[in-house]
């Protein structure tokens, strides 16, 4: 802790914090029930992972929380705010290796300190509700949810490709591939086919996509990306024949298209690496079974597969254009997914930027299929095969069908109105609704999760666990090495009966992803010690009023949420369809970064605060040493607060350096929530200083005595009383108004430091100007306390009161009498330029002002000779006389 050098200053956050902190632990402040007549607001930030320690992301997230569940509590609300640990995860197995722990022991080990990381952070969470995922109490309800859905169907095995580390034996994740090598053991990866457990989200992909439009409290970034993934395509799946070198029929191939408009530009199809087509093919072609079995290394995500170079190669089967009835190659090219429509494409290079570079790299003809209606110049009009053009990509363009026989002319959906019908007519295609989204895969082979309830039998295949056999219990006293999972290596675990025929059986030994956690952590929280997953008091809490948490959950994570709620709707477990109202995504922490070059070009990171730096005077940051030495170290840009850059500030050095208030208000101040953070220490002074001089204020003036209730004469102040109390009604306002509908926290604190700089010009000792700073003290101790809520609660005592929950008393209302101008000053200008300023009262009508202000003396001076075509008057602020 520093030593405070203001002698003005009485303020120590370290006992102001444990003193509110006590009081609201001893009177359990933050525990609720169903039973408050009020509105409820649930107000959830996302689980943490515990890593270890706080850092200053999660800071922000649950000050964010804190502040709107404090200020809904004050506005009249039952406020639930829970926390909880995100506790199963990969993080916990690695620390385990390196730090020969048991995973469990490291997580539990962590969560305590977290857990007291958050309590000094003062958050007015009901942590009677504290839960944390890896418990079974917890995942017995998971478990059982998945068995159910088993029987419904919902559940299901099948075959998927992992990535396969052949050295550490072990299924790795996709951040756990580097450049196609594993990350411990730098192994070129496989890619396996395993059978693994899979959650029918796909039956719910059009609601998940309808459902986003009833969602107008979520950002629409968010939005658009859930959108994209869900990925909605209408197109046509058309069969194309398929001949092989000898001319014989072999099975058609079926492809599907968005573009059927270019079907007469079909040069090739091509087909993915896993179609059943190209293994048929490879059987005599030796050449294109090394090519495919190449394509089975490398990445499996789809990303990679979408920018990694282009490469395929000819089956020697032919396909039938069903149009034409001329017979085009059938290529394996990689870029086409086997999990995608029917893992086949009929490849149109004119107009499919993809087949153009495929065409152009191995030869293959393009034909223009499409043209612009609407051509405007000679260029527009010629067609050049070496040239990508995406006329289709521009919306506003016309474009219609040429080279396309009977077609020719057609624009896009007249087009594709009339193949699906000839095709449709013809059985050999129909129209098809396509979502990218997939079955979400829960199976992961990793020691570190829950497990996943099935027994396997040589007679009855996959068995659900029986209900009143769960929890199958994980267990936590383990040795764990990395290679190989401690459930495979157990046979003691692993070896069980058989629920239907007694005999011998197998448990699972993967687990679920952790994601499967995280989806319905939220209605726990509602029903604590409930015997189902949520009991009706889910009914009562949700959906959520308001979810807050990092843009980087804007895809999974959020969609896992929003359908795992539709899950337990059609359980019959709550009866809402969506599970939170309103989503904030906070903006990243970012920090300075510092470094030395080492010889080799490579750099070490050093850590800001252990760096000096020297500013000019707009605070730009001109040099930089390090403490140790007093050298130079050299300035990188600014980023986001990482191990890899170490440029992490640690909350727990602030917080004890500067007190937890001084953090809150930093996070608050710095920037509005959805946007990025940068932390500074001079920044975090300057608040420092702030509560120094608010605390400091508010003892001066309680020195001076207690100013006795009801002390307030409004109907005998003077004009500055009065303009002051004017200043502490609009700060209400304006607060009020920046908390709840505009989440802009950090004007808020910038209108209370307005009115603390109006308080300290305040300088009248009489008994009505003491009572109006009382007002202003007592309006801004209250205003800040959402954000500052240790201090608030000292100084309400200091302001004369009992000591209470700050947070139930009535957050501030706006006295409108007090807005009330008296009198208005008015600028007075001529042709736009001010000339003067005139005093009128507030219900002048419009033509006395109009004269007042062209009698105003320097106007006139200005008007003389001219002749007024105009006067503008823009109500309580400018007179404009417009004249010539
Ligand atoms: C011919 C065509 C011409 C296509 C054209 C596009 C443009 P979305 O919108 O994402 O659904 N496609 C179909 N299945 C595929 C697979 N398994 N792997 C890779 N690509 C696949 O995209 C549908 C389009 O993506 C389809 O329409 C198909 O190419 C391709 F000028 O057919 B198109
Ligand atoms: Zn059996």
Redesign the pocket.
Known sequence: MSVVHENTSSYDPRSVESAAQTFWEASAAFEVDEAADKPKYYCLSMLPYPSGALHMGHVRNYTIGDVISRYKRMTGHNVLQPMGWDAFGLPAENAAIKNRTAPAKWTYANIDHMRSQLKLLGYAIDWSREFATCSPDYYVHEQRMFVRLMRKGLAYRKNSVVNWDPVDQTVLANEQVIDGRGWRSGALVEKREIPQWFLRITDYAQELLDGLDELPGWPDSVKTMQRNWI?R?E?LEIQFEVLDATGAALEPIR?????PD?LM??TFVSI?GEHPLAARAAAGNPALAAFLDELKHGSVSEVDLETQEKRGMDTGLRAVHPVTGEQVPVWVAN??????????????P???Q??FEFANKYALPLVQVIGLKDAKSEDERTWDSTTWRDW?GDKSRDLELVNSGEFDGLDHRGAFEALAERFERQGRGQRRV?Y?LRDWGVSRQRYWGCPIPVIYCQACGAVPVPEDQLPVVLPENVAFSGTGSPLKNDPEWRKTTCPDCGGAADRETDTFDTFMESSWYYARYTSPGAREMVDKRGNYWLPVDQYIGGIEHAILHLMYFRFYHKLLRDARLVDSDEPATNLLTQGMVIAETYYRANADGSKDWINPADVDVVRDDKGRITGATLRADGQPVSIGPVEKMSKSKNNGVDPQAMVDKYGADTVRLFSMFAAPPEQSLEWNEAGVDGMARFLRRLWAQVQKHAADGAVPAPALDVAALDAGQKALRRKIHETIGKVGDDYDRRHAFNTAIAAVMELMNAVSKFDDASAQGRAVRQEALEAAVLLLNPITPHSSHALWQVLGHAQALVDDLPFPRVDQAALVRDALTLAVQVNGKLRGTIEVAADTPRDQVEALARAEPNAAKYLEGLAVRKVIVVPGKIVNIVAG
């Open positions: 990925g395509s197109g492809v599907f298209t968005t573009r270019t530009g079909v993915a870029f086409v997914l086997m999990g995608y429509g029917t893992g086949a494409v009929m490849a149109v004119g107009h499919d993809r087949d289709y396509n990218r």
